[in-house]
C-alpha cells in the first residue's frame, strides 16, 4: 500500500515562503504523478499543481492562482515531491494535501478524484 506524509506546514507572513514536502513510501515509483491540494474552511478541496513523472521526463501543472510563486518538483529524496510556495497570500491558507497515482500522462489533473492515494495533510496558515 502507498503511504503519503506531507511536511513543512506551519505559520508565515504575508509575504513569505514555504517549502512542503510529500514522501511516499511502500512501492518503487517509476511512473507516477503527485498532486497538491489544498482546503480552506468551508471551501471545497481544491489542486494546487502536479507533476508527472517518468524514469526520463516530468511535466507539471499549475492552477492559475499560483502560477508565478508556488514551484513543483521533485525532492532530493528518492520518491519525495516538493512544493516551494512564495509571496504567500492570507487566502493560501489551508490544509495542504498531497495525492498521488501510479500513471505517467502528457498533462496531469488537479481533479481529486483522478488520484488513488492521499496523505492525512499538513496546515499552512499566512498571517501577520
Known amino acids: 500500500q502507498l503511504q503519503l506524509v506531507e511536511s513543512g506546514g506551519g505559520l508565515v507572513q504575508p509575504g513569505g515562503s514555504l517549502r512542503l514536502s510529500c514522501a511516499a513510501s511502500g512501492f518503487t515509483l517509476d511512473y507516477y504523478t503527485i498532486g497538491w491540494f489544498r482546503q480552506a474552511p468551508g471551501k471545497e478541496r481544491e489542486g494546487v499543481s502536479c507533476?508527472?513523472?517518468?524514469?526520463?521526463?516530468?511535466?507539471?501543472n499549475y492552477a492559475d492562482s499560483v502560477k508565478g510563486r508556488f514551484t513543483i518538483s521533485r525532492g532530493n529524496a528518492k520518491n519525495t515531491v516538493e512544493l516551494q510556495m512564495n509571496s504567500l497570500k492570507p487566502e493560501d491558507t489551508a490544509i495542504y494535501y498531497c495525492?498521488?497515482?501510479?500513471?505517467?500522462?502528457?498533462?496531469?489533473?488537479?481533479?481529486?478524484?483522478?488520484?488513488?492515494?492521499w496523505g492525512q495533510g499538513t496546515q499552512v496558515t499566512v498571517s501577520s
Open positions: 507533476i508527472t513523472i517518468s524514469p526520463s521526463q516530468s511535466s507539471t
Open positions: 495525492a498521488a497515482i501510479m500513471r505517467f500522462v502528457s498533462v496531469c489533473s488537479h481533479s481529486t478524484g483522478w488520484y488513488d492515494y
